[in-house]
């Protein structure tokens, strides 16, 4: 039997711009395009896991937003007059993982998602309150944890993995812990799931069993969807803040352009808790805000953006490329940008793959933050990505311990971060501290360091450890087809030399391009690159303009 929905609720308040109110002139420019309708309590405007929905303004009474509307029934929030409803997924096409109840008879402005999309193009003020509300939203979403169930062991990879993919996704999302929540089992029972069946994730269209990346990118319509074109002008492997730069461009610039990924859009930058030194951003930026709103953007302008999607091999055929996916599949190019990145290297140590996702981490997102919370963690490194993990998640856990091999971290780490650092007494800095094993079961519970000066090692309570000691490129599904350094970051331009420029004939490569004509690298995944997000912006947003140069050359 359902729940009754609450009838008694005040109106949602305002936090962060979430929940704006729409002036005269606003709200008339939205009548213009849309359509005024009478709605009678308990209508139903757009419900969970609809393939469509469209954007409605409140002219008078109230709307509920619910999460597991006839079964669960939880009200998220309540909308009043002269607001407006939806979240980011009515920008992005997704579909709803929310249901919009009438709580209140009235009046409202119906505006299907095709003209909202257009006018908020073309009217500034529109487009900012509606993105601002929207990204506003989202974060409150995640926070609360109103969307889709995961039920799974905090001890399983699985659930570690799903866990992973939602955040990184900026899917909204509660985790009911098999450990630790008691209601798991139960709803288990009442859906007739068996626990070697989870993890598990349960919307409104039903329940996956231990789904796979893809399966869940399906379910909750991730990407842009339908068949690609046969043949595109730009392919783009990879989604890192070099990869969506080159995906706005191109297509702003009339490029047929399409993007892959194998987990997310923003790639290891949309890990980042805050970027605060980032052009044009003077408080900062999370990293996960700059990735959605550049995919917004490279939407906008038409770019193909499919997730998850893994690049394993390339082929070359009647003069254009083809990026072979892990599924079985292929994406068709004229031109290649890959911008795949790298990631972190791993700790040589015994025994390090059976605590992986279960107490070593390579990222510190929301997701991790959880399961560490009011635990003493450690983090592995010097550069500005371990100093913001730092920063981050000493406003989670119990202690924060940050180690480094030397003596000095402004070899490797920005001043601003090392003086925020400074201002926190959460976090703890060790110099000369290795890691030289790992203590616990099932999961990690301490680990044991040396001081690389006396020898001397002692143990020290750590329930996660996050690693960000270099970094090793994406590169093995490009072996023995594009000139490599020693690491296997990809030589481009001037870098090139003897038989490495063969292909090119008479030609010399053009900046960032490889020793493949038609095959350019930018951000992190290129030799000698500089690994920051601005740089790797502008190189992304530069090859577009090379790769005019090549299209036209042939």
């Not at 729409?22 to 609809?50: H, I, N, P, T, Y």
């Not at 990879?157 to 999302?173: I, K, Q, S």
């Not at 008479?506 to 997000?533: C, M, N, Q, W, Y």
Request: charged content about 25%; hydrophobic content about 40%; overall charge negative.
């Amino acid at each position: 039997m359902a729940e009754p929905l609450g009838a008694g609720l005040e109106e949602t308040v305002d936090r962060n711009g979430a929940f704006p109110r729409l002036g005269d002139g606003q709200r008339a420019r939205l009548r213009a395009v849309g359509e005024v309708r009478k709605v009678q309590s308990g209508e139903v405007l757009f419900r969970e896991g609809e393939a469509a929905f469209d954007f409605f303004v409140i002219e008078s009474g109230a709307v509920m937003i619910v999460q597991g509307y006839g079964h669960e029934n939880r009200i998220v929030a309540v909308q009043g007059r002269h607001r407006f409803l939806g979240e980011i997924n009515l920008l992005t096409g997704s579909p709803p993982y929310l249901s919009a109840v009438v709580r209140d008879a009235g009046e409202v402005i119906q505006v299907s998602a095709e003209r909202l999309r257009a006018l908020v193009a073309e009217d500034q003020e529109l487009s900012n309150i509606v993105l601002r509300a929207y990204l506003a939203r989202r974060e409150i979403l995640i926070d609360v944890g109103a969307g889709v169930k995961l039920v799974g062991s905090r001890y399983s990879r699985c659930t570690h993995r799903l866990r992973e993919f939602l955040a990184r996704n900026r899917m909204p999302y509660q985790w009911m812990d098999l450990e630790q929540d008691e209601e798991a089992d139960a709803l288990l029972q009442a859906l007739g799931v068996d626990a070697a069946e989870t993890p598990v994730v349960i919307s409104g269209e039903g329940v996956l069993r231990n789904p796979s990346n893809a399966e869940v990118a399906r379910l909750l319509g991730f990407g842009s969807r339908g068949a690609p074109p046969p043949l595109c002008d730009l392919v783009i492997v990879g989604a890192g803040p070099a990869g969506l730069a080159a995906a706005v461009y191109g297509a702003s610039e009339g490029l047929d352009t399409q993007v892959i990924d194998t987990i997310a859009f923003g790639g290891q930058a949309s890990t980042s808790a805050r970027i605060e030194n980032y052009l044009g951003f003077p408080t900062g930026i999370s990293g996960s805000e700059l990735a959605e709103r550049a995919t917004l953007q490279a939407r906008r302008f038409g770019a193909r953006m499919v997730v998850p999607a893994q690049a394993v091999g390339l082929a070359q055929d009647d003069g254009h490329y083809s990026v072979e996916l892990a599924d079985g599949s292929a994406v068709h190019g004229r031109i290649v940008i890959v911008a795949t990145g790298a990631q972190y290297r791993r700790l040589d140590l015994p025994e390090l793959e059976r605590y992986e996702a279960v107490g070593i981490y390579y990222a510190a997102t929301q997701a991790e933050a959880q399961l560490c919370a009011g635990d003493p963690v450690v983090i592995v490194g010097g550069g500005n990505s371990a100093g913001q993990a730092a920063m981050f998640l000493s406003r989670h856990a119990a202690s924060c311990r940050l180690m480094i091999r030397g003596g000095d971290l402004g070899k490797s780490m920005s001043r601003y971060l090392i003086d925020e650092l400074d201002q926190r007494p959460q976090v703890e800095l060790m110099t000369y501290t290795e890691i030289v094993g790992l203590k616990g079961e099932p999961s990690l519970e301490a680990v044991v360091v040396a001081d690389k000066r006396t020898g001397e090692r002692r143990q020290l309570e750590a329930k996660a450890l996050f690693v960000f000691i270099g970094a090793d490129p994406h590169t093995d599904w490009l072996r023995s087809d594009v000139a490599m350094d020693e690491h296997c970051f990809l030589l481009t331009g001037r870098d090139l030399h003897g038989e490495d420029l063969d292909s090119h004939e008479d030609r010399r490569p053009l900046f960032l391009e490889t020793s493949r004509p038609g095959i350019f690298a930018v951000g992190d995944v290129h030799s000698g690159s500089i690994k920051r997000v601005a740089s790797a912006v502008g190189e992304g947003s530069m090859a577009v303009r090379l790769v005019h140069q090549r299209l036209a050359s042939r």
